[in-house]
């Protein structure tokens, strides 16, 4: 395997590869492809991210933080149909982020839930056929994050040219590395399919339903920094295939947020500020373990949210939020079983089996 093909490979992988390995130099040249690959997309995050956020606006960043995410993630996960319609779906998704988080800003409460859960499931429908490969949690994060970070007037304007530029980069690596896939599958034979008895549906209508909820109370509640809330709740709802038992990942991301902050904390006070949301994006270059990404994602959330609450106001609410997120996810998801999904998973059981 050529350097280059290794730097390509997820974490998870490389680590795989290093377990198999028999000698202490096949390890050190894994470990050396996984250290570089983790330094190089920090490197290319700082300048993409910074770049837009210079001609777009700081109160933009949330948007270009979104696009690089997508950009990363679209290389790799195509939406499973032809390019044509994928990329109108692409372009259908970025509009849903731009549109309706600031929509919800200014919206009356009551609208909050229909609106949320209408505009995430279409964006879930129209992206993740495949939930295993992680564009659910993907667009989740961007939908969260930007529904956390609204803006109106001119910096929408803004946002929506950024948004422009977002999608000819990610529609070009759309168009060159997935062209010649699902060329006889179209958008609407996606959507002829559509049936609660398929794991796939069932998966996105809960997810759709949980996330409108969670930003829902929190915004009507008015729950500081309520998108860390919805960002717990909706890593959760996002685990597949489809359960209704959601313990394991219950106690490992309060665990991860409650390790990650207090780590932060740490770091803080006797590291240059420089170093704080570096270490954080360096060190989830190597993490493959739930816990340990949760606890690394808390480095540059803390470093926003101490600007804004100081760094012990910025780890608390963080493991407040985290703990009403996961235990919301926990309260509906049990909800949702008992009144949605046993109707339908004995059908999905029969025919999956």
């Known amino acids: 395997m050529k350097f280059y093909d290794a730097l390509q490979l997820d974490p998870t992988i490389l680590k795989r590869k290093i377990a198999a390995c028999t000698t202490r130099r096949e390890k050190a040249w894994y470990w050396t492809?996984?250290?570089?690959?983790s330094v190089l997309i920090v490197a290319f995050a700082i300048v993409f991210i910074s770049?837009?956020?210079?001609l777009?606006?700081?109160?933009?960043?949330?948007m270009a933080v979104a696009l690089f995410c997508i950009m990363l993630g679209i290389r790799f996960v195509n939406f499973e149909y032809c390019i044509g319609?994928?990329?109108?779906?692409?372009?259908?998704?970025?509009?849903?982020?731009?549109?309706?988080?600031?929509?919800?800003?200014?919206?009356?409460?009551?609208?909050?839930?229909?609106m949320h859960a209408v505009a995430f499931f279409v964006l879930l429908y129209m992206t993740t056929q495949r939930p295993e490969l992680g564009n659910g949690g993907l667009y989740s994060f961007a939908y969260v994050y930007l529904t956390g970070n609204p803006v109106v007037g001119e910096a929408l304007a803004r946002r929506t040219l950024l948004t422009l530029v977002g999608y000819l980069i990610c529609g070009a690596i759309l168009f060159g590395k997935h062209r010649h896939q699902h060329k006889a599958v179209r958008f609407h034979h996606v959507v002829r399919r559509f049936d609660l008895a398929n794991i796939v549906h069932l998966w996105q209508l809960r997810m759709a339903l949980g996330v409108a909820l969670v930003l829902t109370a929190g915004q009507v509640f008015g729950v500081e920094r309520f998108m860390w809330m919805g960002f717990a709740c909706?890593?959760?709802?996002s685990e597949y295939p489809y359960s209704d038992n959601g313990a394991p990942r219950f106690f490992q991301r309060i665990v991860g947020a409650v390790a990650g902050s207090l780590a932060f904390?740490?770091?803080y006070s006797i590291t240059p500020a420089g170093l704080h949301s570096l270490l954080g994006g360096l060190c989830l270059g190597f993490c493959t373990d739930y816990r340990y990404k949760t606890a690394m994602n808390c480095f540059g959330a803390?470093?926003?949210?101490?600007?804004?609450?100081?760094?012990?106001?910025?780890?608390?609410?963080?493991?407040?939020?985290?703990?009403?997120?996961?235990?919301f996810r926990l309260v509906f998801a049990a909800l949702f079983h008992w009144l949605v999904a046993v109707r339908f998973l004995p059908r999905t059981e029969n025919s999956e089996g």
């Open 33 to 37: 492809a996984m250290a570089v690959r």
């Open 51 to 54: 770049l837009l956020s210079g």
């Open 56 to 62: 777009f606006g700081s109160d933009n960043t949330p």
């Open 85 to 114: 319609d994928s990329l109108i779906t692409l372009a259908l998704a970025l509009a849903i982020l731009v549109a309706v988080p600031s929509a919800a800003a200014v919206v009356p409460a009551p609208l909050l839930i229909p």
């Open 234 to 237: 909706a890593s959760l709802l």
């Open 265 to 267: 904390f740490l770091i």
């Open 302 to 327: 803390l470093m926003l949210g101490a600007g804004i609450y100081g760094i012990q106001g910025a780890v608390v609410l963080r493991i407040v939020d985290t703990v009403l997120g996961v235990a």
